[in-house]
């Protein structure tokens, strides 16, 4: 619930109750086609109730809070291609969860229909919760899951709830913008990329990216700007014979160029280690054809018969799908040819109805629009049943499975058949043994080999497109440990956990045994605390882990005379923690910072705090950074662009400690460069140079590697802040014969 007036916003109560009716005809308007008789009656009790609920509410901005129900209403109906039914949910998503409105009342007005929607967006609502725990928030968003599969308007809705949020993220504060962006990378995106809706997917990571890495945004947002002009002009070039052939072919087509996705551009900066100018693909072009239900596959390919007369297609770059679409409903034809001037082209060649298809997604259309051919369907269809068998599953490790889920959500799918020519799909990367899993969990248990296009091959054979795969199965297999270090998919992986822990629990019974009768003998009772003080000592994660451990020898219950005892509770030695001296401020013991403490500044702090930077991103000042609180290490400091910070702000916000640093030049900090130039003499000798006689730097290594008369090189060294390590960068940069000089990336974890 936002209250809090901030926003320059200043509207009479006149000029308001204007916005508001114009936003709600507005509605109406994007809704036309789909009202029938007695729709407009029922969306204007929707409206009233939601403007009635929400009547003291203002939003950060300062806006009537109305205006984002509305907002996402239209959202739902105009980018997403839901009807009526979704528009009211929309517009009353908020109401049971922030004011006295209920589920009954819902209920009573709309019907029981309605009110299951609703009640299904407002559990969603909860998983944001930055109190609850870790295994909390999973739970929660496995609830998110099973809603999807049950009725995936809840989800859709959900976005477009979101996507909203994230365009006026604007007026939040700086700690919020962090960590909504944070969850939308982590949750959000993957399910609108699930979900087929790829327009929407991409506009949350380009608000994502807006908000976590704002210089990043403006910079490629600029290069954009600046080389309009060019682009359009060589666009125009590619696309005019193309044009008049298909004129002449009397297709009727629309065909435009369209810039890729600012999010998109970073990742092949980065992933290439490329400059702006040099990512030449900043464009894909799109053609899509105006034919007949019967006659677009035929057309497509005609379309690319014509493109590729003109230009030559890179011989791999063709992705065929029409004849086979994606999971998730895409169908498109894409290849990549050499255009004028020698540059690689994207072509994308699609019909108007999979142009639909491509933006709004499947979901949207699936089984509340006529005319979807059965076959998709279907295929949407068994994703989301295959979401219901895992999620039932009775495996309770829940974060594990949302790690593998949301792996499975972005991989590429490959097509396996069954020895009957049945088709299944798969994540890429899949292995025999994953696919014994996806047909039936006891295959996968028993599963000892199998034969891929009639060859006999091991479990951990990786499955390619196109395979015909058999599975070979002996009742005396069990899974083991090492299965799961070769299997990909959820499903396997959850499934093998949930056999290696039932083997688990048997043999823990017997550890269980032996404390419970250690424990008689010493007077003391096991209950919850002292148990909780046994895991504590033996660094075991669970109860399960400690019993197997006593059973199989490793925990040693020798251990047991040098706790403490006050009565019949136990208490676990203490150990000195040991920490990393180099990073540390001081060599004090480890200081949790007090449960709701907001600000840490270093250095300035009354109270120091230790802390870690973290080793995957490696911070220094002036890095935009938060603490995380860890469970074994104390406090770790990452950068808010490392690759590990969407999962941390999203899963654990109630473990991250707002961070600045102090303005303290006494401290330095290691951080690492790479370079890439010309292998020359000299060019070694420079690099020194420049570090140690010019800056007077302490450097701590310096490697490199070459190959071709080309050099790359890494260069570990003390810095104090971030604008020496920038004020470095630009030194090396300005060397005779280097590239690219770069701050080193952060690691995913
Ligand atoms: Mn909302």
Sequence with gaps: METVI????????????????????????????????????????????????????????????????????????????????????????????????????????????????????????????????????????????????????????????????????????????????????????????????????SEFEDLALKYTQPEVYWEISQGLKETKRERTRYINEFIKPIKEELQNEELQVE?????????????????????????????????????????????????????????????????????????????ALHTTVMGPGGRWVEVQIRSSRMNEIAEKGLAAHWKYKE???????????????????????????????????????????????????????LPKGATALDFAFDIHS???????????????????????????????????????????????????KSRIKYYLKEEKRKIGEDGKEILQRKLDHMGLPMSPQNLQELCLHYKKPSLLDLYYGIAVGSVDLKDLKEFSISGDKMIHPVKEVKLDSKHLLSEETVKKPAKGAELIIFGESSDKILYKLAQCCQPIPGDDVFGFITTGEGLKIHRTDCPNAAQLLSHYGHRVVKTKWAKNKEISFLSGVRLVGLDDVGVIQKITNVISADLKMNMRSLSIDSHDGVFEGTIMVYVHDRDELDHLCQRLAALEGINTVERLEAQEQ
Aim: contains cysteine.
């Design 442 to 492: 006891e295959l996968g248990a028993r599963c000892i080999g199998a034969k891929v296009n009639y060859r006999l091959v091991p479990l951990s054979h990786e499955i390619k497109s196109g395979d015909q795969v058999e599975i070979i199965t002996s009742s005396k297999q069990k899974p083991s440990e090492d299965w799961l270090s070769f299997v990909t998919t959820a499903k396997a």
């Design 371 to 425: 005319g979807m051919p059965s076959a998709q369907e279907s295929k949407l269809d068994s994703w989301l049943q295959h979401l219901r068998d895992i999620l039932n599953n009775p495996d309770t490790d829940t974060l594990d499975f949302l790690q593998d889920f949301k792996l499975d959500l972005f991989t590429e799918e490959i097509y396996i058949y069954t020895p009957k020519g049945e088709m299944r799909v």
């Design 6 to 201: 901030t926003g320059t916003y200043n509207l009479n109560e006149e000029e308001e109750k204007k916005v508001i009716l114009r936003e709600y005809r507005a509605l109406l308007r994007v809704l036309k086609q789909h009202i029938k008789k007695g729709d407009k009656a029922l969306l204007r009790r929707a409206f009233e109730i939601a403007a009635d609920a929400h009547k003291d509410m203002r939003r950060k901005s300062g806006e009537p809070y109305i205006l984002h129900p509305l907002a996402v209403a239209k959202i739902v109906v105009e980018e997403i291609g839901l009807g009526v039914t979704s528009a009211i949910c929309a517009l009353l998503h908020d109401v049971v969860e922030d004011t006295e409105t209920t589920l009954e009342d819902i209920s009573r007005e709309f019907g029981t229909n309605y009110a299951k929607i609703i009640d299904g967006l407002t559990k969603i609502s909860n998983v944001v919760d930055l109190k609850a725990d870790t295994t909390v928030q999973a739970e929660n968003f496995r609830k998110i899951l099973l809603t999807l599969a049950d009725d995936p308007r809840v989800i859709l809705i959900k976005l477009g709830d979101r996507l909203h949020n994230m365009r006026t993220l604007e007026s939040m504060s700086r700690e919020k913008q962090l960590k909504i962006s944070s969850e939308t990378t982590y949750i959000y995106s993957p399910l609108a990329h699930r979900l087929g809706l790829y327009e929407i997917k």
């Design 255 to 331: 065909i435009y160029g369209r810039p890729k996705a600012i999010h998109s551009i970073w990742n092949k900066m980065r992933t290439k280690h490329v400059a702006f100018e040099e990512v030449y693909d900043l464009f894909a072009i799109r053609i899509i054809l105006n034919s007949a239900p019967e006659r677009e596959k035929e057309d497509c390919w005609k379309v690319y018969s014509i493109v590729t007369n003109f230009y030559k297609p890179s011989p791999e770059r063709l992705r065929d799908w029409i004849s086979v679409p994606k999971g998730n409903g895409y169908e």
